[in-house]
T-cell receptor
Framework: AQSVTQPDIHITVSEGASLELRCNYS??????LFWYVQSPGQGLQLLLK????DTLVQGIKGFEAEFKRSQSSFNLRKPSVHWSDAAEYFC???WGGGADGLTFGKGTHLIIQP | EPEVTQTPSHQVTQMGQEVILRCVPI?????FYWYRQILGQKVEFLVS????????KSEIFDDQFSVERPDGSNFTLKIRSTKLEDSAMYFC????????????????FGPGTRLTVL
């Protein structure tokens, strides 16, 4: 079955340090891939998406993600985190084939230490 | 920037009661969706809606659930007789084009309604 895995439930990073959040997808065919962020009381905001082409995708708020077909991964990165980056991050995928809905991972809760 | 809004932000209800969750999608969007997230679990797709009818629904979306676009702006999710296991965060989303042709489109999400069934 199609699935998205975010292996880290919580990640703690010091302010100013680099960040990498992991995401893996299953089911052979390459899906369209998304990263969403949810701050407390806010909706799911799209950070970036990958459909095709350049495997390094730039998003908002200084985030980027790299698609690696060989590893079925789409990891999110940021070179230097800010306290305002503390939030829940969701990786999602869409495989098409007549389906409308996105398949989400469980999310990674990012904590920023001062 | 246009955004999806949802009301209420938190709803508490007794088991067996009917609840209606409301969403106002982005105004020029044509496709609407409901997702839910049970605490500690994944965000799950419930249903998509286009042209006043259900486009796709998941196995979660059983006869207890219904969706409606009662006017030109609102999109609602009704749960007829709530169960304890319906307690979750419910997200509404909208997009300009169908999820089936998502080559360039994106689903925009609202802030969610937290439903607590006692």
């Amino acid at each position: 079955a199609q699935s998205v895995t975010q292996p880290d439930i919580h990640i703690t990073v010091s302010e100013g340090a680099s960040l990498e959040l992991r995401c893996n997808y299953s089911y052979g065919a390459t899906p369209y891939l998304f990263w969403y962020v949810q701050s407390p009381g806010q909706g799911l905001q799209l950070l970036l998406k990958y459909f095709s082409g350049d495997t390094l995708v730039q998003g908002i708020k200084g985030f980027e993600a790299e698609f690696k077909r060989s590893q079925s991964s789409f990891n999110l990165r940021k070179p230097s985190v800010h306290w305002s980056d503390a939030a829940e991050y969701f990786c999602a995928a869409w495989w098409g084939g007549g389906a409308d809905g996105l398949t989400f991972g469980k999310g990674t809760h990012l904590i920023i230490q001062p | 920037e246009p955004e999806v809004t949802q009301t209420p932000s938190h709803q508490v209800t007794q088991m067996g009661q009917e609840v209606i969750l409301r969403c106002v999608p982005i105004s020029n969007h044509l496709y609407f969706y409901w997702y839910r997230q049970i605490l500690g679990q994944k965000v799950e797709f419930l249903v998509s809606f286009y042209n006043n009818e259900i486009s796709e629904k998941s196995e979660i979306f059983d006869d207890q659930f219904s969706v409606e676009r009662p006017d030109g702006s609102n999109f609602t999710l009704k749960i007829r007789s709530t169960k304890l296991e319906d307690s979750a965060m419910y997200f509404c989303a909208s997009s300009r084009t169908s999820g089936r042709v998502m080559s360039t489109d994106t689903q925009y999400f609202g802030p969610g309604t937290r439903l607590t069934v006692l």
